[in-house]
């Protein structure tokens, strides 16, 4: 399926399209060049593993099919804590999908969300969220605003350059006990480059916490925590 999502560019997929469109030429179509031939393609893929190898499938190193495991398993969840929710998709999927009796609390810097983030509070009773940049203690920080990537932005403890503006910073630990969230908690962080003072801030919440869900890097960005860095955090 990935092969087929960048359009089949290694050897070894064109081989192996080669070898089943020969073997079956009408399993795909005239046209293997169409959009619909990838189609066609990643769908076959996936129903060959699932026919052909079910714990393929099931160990898929997908988003959703990890969420999908972790909840087989019956975790207690009360509190989901997103840090970095932008305009607060991600949470409303994992609401639908797999924790549907947890309250959500999300944890925005970047104002352009506001009116976002309020339509879904006014929409879901279980879902808050405040504005501020998440770190290891409430104060204030300079956030880069960038119309033009409103999902990304970057805070530093001083101001680098114009773009930069000071908005007000909060930590997880005090998010907790001022809106009196209650644990098991899920905590997810989406915040680029600043998983260490988030997690400093959220230490006293971390004692009580399930499941922790962090992107990650091994390439980009130096400022960005590497993934075995971020373990020697945790």
Avoid at 36 to 47: A, G, Q, T, V, W
Avoid at 81 to 92: E, N, R
């Amino acid at each position: 399926a990935t092969l087929c999502r960048s359009k089949i560019k290694s050897a070894r997929g064109q081989e192996f399209i080669a070898a089943h469109v020969e073997a079956e030429p009408n399993l795909f179509g005239a046209d293997h060049d169409s959009s619909s031939f990838y189609k066609k393609m990643e769908k076959f893929l996936n129903d060959f593993i699932v026919e052909h190898n079910r714990e393929v499938a099931l160990i898929a190193l997908s988003h959703e099919n990890a969420l999908r495991r972790i909840c087989e398993r019956g975790m207690d969840i009360k509190t989901v804590i997103d840090v970095g929710a932008s305009d607060g998709h991600w949470s409303v999927k994992l609401k639908k999908e797999f924790f549907r009796e947890a309250n959500y609390f999300l944890i925005e810097a970047y104002d352009v969300w506001r009116e976002a983030l309020e339509k879904r509070k006014e929409e879901d009773p279980k879902i808050d969220f405040v504005l501020a940049a998440a770190g290891d203690k409430v104060g204030k920080i300079y956030l880069c605003k960038r119309p033009d990537y409103p999902t990304g932005g970057h805070a530093y403890h001083r101001k680098l350059d114009e773009r930069y503006e000071e908005i007000q910073q909060t930590c997880v630990d005090f998010e907790v006990e001022d809106k009196g969230l209650e644990g098991p908690f899920m905590v997810k962080l989406d915040c680029h480059g600043r998983e260490r003072e988030i997690l400093q801030g959220a230490a006293k919440t971390l004692e009580n916490t399930h499941l922790l869900m962090v992107e990650a890097y091994n390439y980009g960005d130096r400022g960005r925590m590497r993934f075995h860095e971020l373990c020697s955090v945790v």
